[in-house]
């Protein structure tokens, strides 16, 4: 498995921009904050994920998980 790290875009439609893949997290994380000290970025946010391959990866980004129910949601 590997560290993918993404641009996502949210406006006007969700979609993925693939940056680079990393074997460590590490270098996967150093890449990441510099791409998001990157002037114009402010559209758009830089994700790092781990996943076996490239589309499991976007998969997850593409298709967030619900949020867990928290104490006192019952109500």
Same mark, same amino acid.
């Given at each position: 498995?590997? *560290? *993918?790290? *993404?641009?996502?875009y949210e406006r006007p439609?969700?979609?993925? /921009? %693939?940056? +680079? /893949? $990393?074997?460590? $997290?590490? !270098?996967?994380?150093?890449?990441?904050?510099?791409?998001?000290? /990157?002037? +114009?970025?402010?559209?758009?946010?830089?994700?790092?994920?781990?996943? %076996?391959?490239?589309?499991?990866? !976007? !998969?997850?980004?593409?298709? %967030?998980? /619900?949020?867990? %129910?928290?104490? +006192?949601?019952?109500?």
């Amino acid at each position: 498995m590997a *560290y *993918y790290v *993404y641009r996502l875009y949210e406006r006007p439609i969700r979609r993925v /921009e %693939p940056l +680079g /893949e $990393f074997a460590r $997290f590490p !270098e996967a994380g150093r890449f990441a904050k510099a791409r998001r000290a /990157e002037p +114009g970025a402010g559209d758009s946010t830089v994700r790092v994920v781990f996943a %076996p391959n490239a589309l499991a990866a !976007e !998969e997850a980004l593409l298709n %967030p998980r /619900e949020a867990p %129910p928290r104490f +006192g949601d019952d109500d």
